[in-house]
């Protein structure tokens, strides 16, 4: 049988979400002062990237942005094949700051893990917040979106798939069921 | 991608894609060696042992320090406090070093072909840092990610060496990296010191500095090696500096731009005055900065992942 693929968000209700998710942490963070957002890279920066223009819009005011790469603190680097490594773009010092991190799919919680751990050795944030478009649950660890495009459940052997164009901004975003 | 080498022998044994990709892999540590914080968790629990027989400060502390930095426990043992005085062979040492499990083994060598002897003989991963006149593939690559970080790119550049060819695993590792990533390379030096049939590693050579330099856009000068040879094949050092030494009136036959490198230690004076090893178009020590970085990749990439083959 082949894969079933079922859409869950339209650029429009990925539009929707984001403009949401801004309005959110401006309203929990009390605007912009020492706010700055960092994306999990692919996917997540493209997101962060997207959410920066929307809070930066809303505010009137840039408001700092990096892109943050895990794979030298990933947990499983004997197991995977594929050795490729990103670049962490951080221009500035999370220390005393409140970092919004962003991702595309939040699933074990892993990967959330790892990008603590990277941005820690990078200085002492105040807090960190994590933002995600989709949560799909089957977490591994203690770990909890503080801004949730779309909650879905999922089975554990289905896969989600956020589509982005040749700009890095997300289309649409799918379930697929094998 | 994946990366199928277990072992870094050589850059013969590597394609322009695995080098690009070991390139590219190595900004990213590069990244890391400027932070406040140099250290990631990558190879927390691996074990990595430096075993080298023959004198070395700057690649042995560059390994080392590539190897903390990414959360190995490194170990060093050179061979004139070790049991190799002793009288115990190659083979045996390296043995017993494996039965207490190290990750990998990173050893330089004054016979060619040992790292090979050694990984055909060995489970875990061996990293070549040097070995006799055969290759040095950490520096070539470190000397490959210093010229594309100054000119952008490698492919189509012209690249002269100049200094003892024979005796320099440097220039052999330099000639595969260099021309299999698409640069021309000249090489140079006093005929005692330039073996026949070299041009047949995809080279051209010069007996003359002059010709070699004009339109280069990479100047690279090797040291004299005194302690590699056996009979002295040059007449003297004064002598060899003024016909094969750097001078301001060849670099001036070099591209405007071009850039000068040596792998270290210099023999300042002989090989280059200090007002070209000191000057605006030296690049000495940022390969010394990228050999870090590059040598993080190596140890990265022979430690990580599942291997496939080899």
Known sequence: ?178 | MTFNHKHIIGIKDLTPEELTFILDTSISFKEINRRDIKKVPTLRGKTIINLFFEASTRTRTSFEIAGKRLSADTINISASGSSVVKGETLEDTAKNIEAMNPDAIVMRHNASGACEYLAKRLDCAIINAGDGMHEHPSQALLDAYTIREAKGKIEGLTVAIIGDITHSRVVRSNIYCLTKLGAKVRVAGPGTMLPPGIERLGCEAYKNIDDAIKGSDVVMMLRIQRERQGAPLIPSVREYSKFFGLTHARMKLAKEDAIVMHPGPINRGVELPTSIADGPQNVILDQVENGVAVRMALLYLACGGEKLQD
């Open chain 1, 1 to 178: 049988m082949a894969a079933e693929k079922i859409e869950i968000l339209d650029l429009d209700g990925i539009t929707r979400a984001i403009t949401r998710i801004a309005h959110e942490v401006l309203e929990k963070n009390k605007g912009i002062k020492d706010l700055v957002i960092v994306g999990i890279r692919t996917g997540g920066a493209y997101l962060a990237t997207q959410l920066q223009k929307k809070i930066s819009e809303i505010e009137g005011q840039v408001v700092p942005l990096g892109n943050i790469d895990v794979t030298m603190y990933r947990d499983d680097f004997g197991s995977r094949s594929d050795l490729s490594v990103g670049q962490t773009d951080i221009r500035f010092s999370p220390s005393g700051q409140k970092v919004i991190l962003v991702d595309d799919v939040l699933f074990t919680g892993r990967t959330i893990r790892a990008a603590m751990d990277a941005l820690m050795d990078l200085g002492r944030p105040t807090n960190i917040q994590l933002a995600i478009l989709i949560d799909r649950g089957h977490r591994e660890l203690p770990i909890r979106p503080d801004y949730i495009g779309r909650n879905l459940p999922t089975a554990r052997n289905e896969q989600i798939e956020v589509d982005f164009d040749d700009q890095n901004e997300a289309q649409a975003v799918h379930l697929i069921r094998a």
